[in-house]
């Protein structure tokens, strides 16, 4: 500006010229002006009438049972109907896209990916059809405030992403529609005024999103032309603001969008509350109503002695409310005990404190007979313990991994005091007339890192007696072992069950022993739920090896949980809420209602997969040694290197925001231990 003033001051040859161009220039700003109201005006015009169709295609889109359904979608201003078929027959739901933001997301499969979901997880669906339709065509469970689609090549996905962008540009969609409807500039087809219900019915409020009308987009067009920015300014700007993905948010990108900080922990709070039973057989009898009754024997005229109940549904007064999943996590409220094996200097004190926290997860039990929830297939559960002596965490990870045979596989780790464990279980159920009995077929493994040693454990099945006639009694039986074979030290451990004619003392009864090689060591005898004793086998001593009394139960560690509100859909807590609500509430029928909803979900899911294998997301089997693995455990929280991953992560960025100024440059990325080695060829600017 300062250079075109002083020329026009200088009366020079150039000024003429200068002029010349100045006018030719004011010109295409009236045209660039004009052209774009004129877009504007055109886009704003397709946009209110609803019959128009932007794009339709097949997508296959993600159920709450994580497996693909091919569908057709269309896609209109405002809203993404779904049918089964691209005809108009088979309508399976109807997408409000003013309600919605749209994400790219990577995946490792074939084909492009991306989300549709809620920024407040609200619903995403109209409640009624493009045609009236109240109910829509049978397919698998689709999430409420999300779903996510694959298209079957990037470039497909990408059309689909423009697509989108385009209707979610207008958020006053709604409001358009509805002025337009009154001036009767509208289609007048049935199928029309249903999309115009359905825009008009949005469950947003002003608030919830920010709103674009008429004024504020050709303001918009407006402002652009008159900007004193040129065009590169502009595109700069943009570039700046975009990150690698052309502008496009990812799934990780939306979650935090700031440089400083590029992956996110899971937060955990502390369990609001926790139910612990009363020592003794008191709270493992259930004394059943003459209504229950009813439902037991007309369960009971099913079954035959020696048959498997792993495909029985059970009533739901017999169930604690919470999963499986969550129950297998009892054994850890005393982890800390681990902590202190690890430190211990002979095979034989190491194993004491193994055993003595072994027994620390029996003494937590439900009043009465119940029996936890069985988990759904893709079912998983989190949780941790913070340790306040070491500083330490030990985090715990399940996932449901089959369902016939129904299958369990856990891993727990706790790198800082050097300990972890990985395992499975399979459940399997008995019934021999007058009682039955949950078998927990699988073993543990338990780690000692900076030992090398490994310890092999096993667990007791659970009896049920007093079916038919007699008092309901839940007891543990059976025989279990703990062997660590590097330094050959075993312990046998016997849970008794009570004797026909025996009193209460003979309730919940352990015994076994503990030896190196063939050489007993040590005896131990007395009840899980209360004191065992250890005697030494040499010298007579002994010692009360455990004994869960008001001192070690204010001792035990807080279990730290995920709020429901921040859990995935299939995580345990959240995908039984409703079962579990309605136990609480003691609504037997709800919960009944709501338990079948899970059940035929997982029996739909599992028809539609046929003879396709199921991939569990966390843990993979070895066909070698017959034993589930969890994929990840050297990125299970070990702090350095989720911290070296943040700063790659954050230097990959910006190295590649650099790179894309400078022509025929090379980047080289190198890790080194704990360095960073980066190397740029070539400095020629674009």
């Keep these: ?248 948010l990812t799934e990780e990108s939306d979650m935090d969008q700031s440089d400083d900080v590029c992956l996110q922990a899971t937060a955990f709070v502390e369990e609001a509350h926790e139910e612990i039973g009363e020592v003794g057989e008191a709270s493992q009898v259930e004394t059943v109503s003459e209504e229950n009754k009813g439902l037991i024997w007309t369960l009971l005229k099913q079954l035959r002695p020696g048959m498997d109940l792993s495909k029985v549904v059970l009533p739901t007064f017999i169930l604690e409310p919470r999963s499986f999943l969550d129950k297998l996590s009892d054994y850890y409220y005393h982890a800390d005990l681990l902590s202190q094996a690890v430190m211990e200097e002979s095979p034989y004190c190491r194993m004491k404190q193994v055993l003595r926290w072994y027994l620390s997860g029996f003494y937590k039990k439900p009043k009465g007979l119940k029996k936890p929830y069985n988990p759904i297939l893709g079912e998983m559960f989190r949780c941790c313990w913070l340790h306040p002596q070491t500083d330490s965490c030990t985090f715990y990870i399940a996932e449901q991994v089959s369902h016939h045979p129904p299958v369990s596989a856990f891993y727990i780790s706790n790198r800082k005091d050097g300990f972890c464990i990985s395992g499975s279980i399979l459940a399997k159920s008995k019934f021999y007339g007058n009682s039955l009995s949950a078998i927990l077929d699988g073993k543990a493994r338990l780690l000692f890192l900076t030992r090398d040693e490994e310890y092999i454990i096993s667990m007791p099945y659970a009896h049920c007696k007093g079916i038919l006639y007699g008092t309901m009694t839940l007891e543990l039986g059976g025989k279990i072992t703990i062997e660590c074979e590097k330094t050959q030290c075993y312990t046998e451990l016997e849970f008794k069950l009570k004797p026909f004619l025996g009193s209460s003392c003979n309730v919940n009864q352990i015994s076994g022993k503990i030896r190196i090689g063939e050489d007993i060591l040590a005896t131990v005898d007395g009840h899980w739920d209360s004191t065992v004793h250890l005697t030494e086998k040499r010298t007579g001593q002994q010692e009360v090896l455990w004994n869960p009394g008001p001192d070690i139960r204010r001792q035990r560690l807080k279990r730290q949980v995920v709020q429901i509100d921040q859990q995935e859909a299939f995580e345990s807590e959240r995908l039984w809420q409703h079962v579990t609500r309605a136990i609480k509430d003691k609504d037997q029928m709800r919960a009944t209602q709501e338990k079948f909803v899970l059940e035929e979900a997982q029996r739909q899911e599992a028809r539609e997969r046929a003879e396709r294998p199921w991939n569990p997301r966390l843990f993979s089997f070895n066909t070698d040694t017959n034993e589930w693995h969890y994929k990840y455990p050297e990125y299970v929280h070990n702090s350095t290197l989720r911290l070296l991953l943040i700063i790659i992560h954050k230097l990959y960025r910006k190295i590649m925001c650099f790179k894309a100024k400078l022509t025929n440059s090379i980047i080289f990325i190198d890790v080194y231990g704990f360095f960073i080695i980066i190397i740029i060829i070539g400095n020629t600017l674009q």
């Design 1 to 248: 500006d300062n250079h075109i003033t002083k020329v026009l001051k200088q009366n020079k040859p150039e000024k003429k010229l200068l002029k010349k161009y100045l006018e030719n220039t004011i010109v295409q700003k009236k045209n660039y002006r004009q052209e774009k109201k004129r877009v504007a005006k055109e886009l704003l015009s397709a946009l209110k009438d609803p019959s128009v169709v932007i794009m339709s295609n097949w997508l296959k889109i993600r159920g709450s049972l994580k497996s693909w359904t091919k569908l057709w979608c269309i896609l209109k201003p405002g809203i993404l109907l779904i049918y089964k078929t691209p005809g108009s027959d088979h309508w399976v739901g109807t997408i409000l896209l003013n309600a919605c933001k749209l994400i790219e997301r990577p995946s490792k499969k074939d084909g492009f990916c991306f989300k549709l979901y809620h920024p407040l997880e609200k619903s995403i669906w109209a409640m009624k059809g493009p045609k009236g339709e109240s109910v829509g065509s049978i397919t698998q469970p689709l999430p409420s405030n999300y779903l996510i689609f694959r298209a079957a090549s990037e470039s497909d996905g990408r059309c689909w992403m423009d697509a989108l962008e385009l209707a979610l540009s207008c958020f006053s969609l709604s409001k358009m529609t509805a002025k337009s409807g009154r001036d009767g500039d509208l289609s007048s087809s049935s199928e029309s005024s249903h999309i115009l219900q359905l825009l008009q019915s949005s469950p947003l409020t002003d608030q919830d999103l920010l709103q674009l009308n008429d004024s504020m987009l050709e303001n918009h067009m407006e402002n652009d032309a008159n900007s004193d920015k040129s065009e590169r300014e502009a595109h700069e700007d943009s570039d700046n603001a975009a990150n690698e993905n052309g502008g496009r």
